[in-house]
Every structure is written in structure tokens, then in C-alpha cells.
């Protein structure tokens, strides 16, 4: 019986963190991303003519798509809530549910799928920048209406996804250790030490 309880729990965890992750790549980015498109056209004052944010194939069109604006927007309203959230988890989250297994795992789980993904994201601003395909990725569309060399946005999206790199491994670290403390050996230490 107690073993039984114990895969049924182990099977319950994977399907929710399995859940978790899922709605993060299906749900969270891609409506960060395409919220950023919607609110930077209407930001230029013209019209949203087609938006859904959620799923494999998320999409926006504006009235004017060719404009820099509405090309970084997307990416920059992924970035801006990527910094926001990393930190609230860094500076509160993590301090008030550290203690707390379920909790612990479940926003670990979330954040470290959501951090992959928008790594992928930035990455491809420089992968993507020659592509020639149709509709245009983001980073295409930005080289095509400024003219700023491939080059340079190849090198500022490495850089970018430095910053988010070195950003992410106080956060890792400090969730590394919370997990530890979790570990009998750790709680054997606490109890002699109490
Ligand atoms: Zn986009």
C-alpha cells in the first residue's frame, strides 16, 4: 500500500510538473510575446487585424507589421516579464516557500522551462536573422526595415542571452540549496545542530 502511494504521488508529480512545463511553452510565452506585438501596434496608433496568443503557431498582424518597433516588441515583452518574474522569484518567492517541497519543485519546474524556452527565443534573433521564411521571423523583419547588419544583431542577441545567463545562476544556485536542504542527511544536520 505504501509503495502504491508512493508511485501513485511519484506519478502525480511528472504529470503536474509535465502540465506545468506544458502551459509555460504553450500559454505563458507566447502570450507574453504576442501581447508585446498587439500593444506596440496599437502604441503606433494603428489597428490589431488578427491576434492569438496561444498554442504551436501564435500570431499577431497589424494594420503596419514593418516598422522596428513592431518587430522587437514581441521579444521585448518577453525579456521585460522574464527580468520582472526572475527577480520577484529571487527576492520573494523562493525566501517564503523554500520550505515547502511541492512548491519548491512546482515554481522551479515552471521557471526552468520558461528560461529555456526564452533563452531559445533570444538565440533566435541571431539564428533566424537570414531566414528567408514566410511570414518573416521577428529578427528578419528587424534587419529588413533598419538595415543594421546581420552581424550586429547575431552579436547583440549573444550578448542578450549572456546577460539572461549570468542573470539565472544566482536564482539556479540558490534553488540548488533549497533542494539540498531537503536531503535526510542536511535534516540530520539541522537536527543536531538545533
Ligand atoms: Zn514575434
Known amino acids: 500500500m505504501k509503495n502504491f502511494l508512493a508511485s ?10 509535465f502540465i506545468a512545463i506544458s502551459l509555460v511553452a504553450l500559454v505563458v510565452c507566447p502570450f507574453f510575446h504576442e ?7 496599437y502604441a503606433q496608433g494603428y489597428s490589431v487585424i488578427h491576434f492569438s496568443p496561444f498554442g504551436f503557431h ?8 514593418n516598422t522596428w518597433v513592431s518587430a522587437a516588441a ?12 526572475t527577480a520577484i522569484l529571487n527576492h520573494w518567492l523562493l525566501l517564503r516557500y523554500r520550505g515547502n517541497l511541492a512548491w519548491l519543485s512546482l515554481f522551479s519546474a515552471v ?18 536573422v537570414h531566414s528567408t ?6 529578427t528578419a523583419r528587424f534587419a ?4 543594421i547588419r546581420p552581424q550586429w544583431i547575431i552579436g547583440g542577441a549573444w550578448t542578450l542571452a549572456a546577460i539572461v545567463v549570468a542573470s539565472a545562476a544566482r536564482l539556479v544556485w540558490k534553488i540548488i540549496w533549497a533542494f539540498f536542504a531537503f536531503l535526510p542527511s542536511s535534516q ?3 537536527a543536531e545542530s538545533n
Open 144 to 147: 529588413t526595415v533598419t538595415h
Open 133 to 138: 521564411r514566410n511570414p518573416p521571423p521577428d
Open 188 to 190: 540530520l544536520q539541522n
Open 58 to 65: 501564435p500570431r499577431t498582424d497589424c494594420t503596419e507589421n
Open 111 to 128: 521557471w526552468f522551462a520558461w528560461s529555456y524556452i526564452f533563452l531559445g527565443e533570444v538565440l533566435n534573433w541571431a539564428w533566424l
Open 35 to 41: 501581447s508585446g506585438h498587439a500593444l506596440a501596434c
Open 8 to 17: 501513485a504521488t511519484t506519478a502525480l508529480f511528472t504529470a503536474g510538473v
Open 74 to 85: 514581441g521579444t521585448a515583452a518577453s525579456v521585460t516579464m522574464w527580468f520582472v518574474i
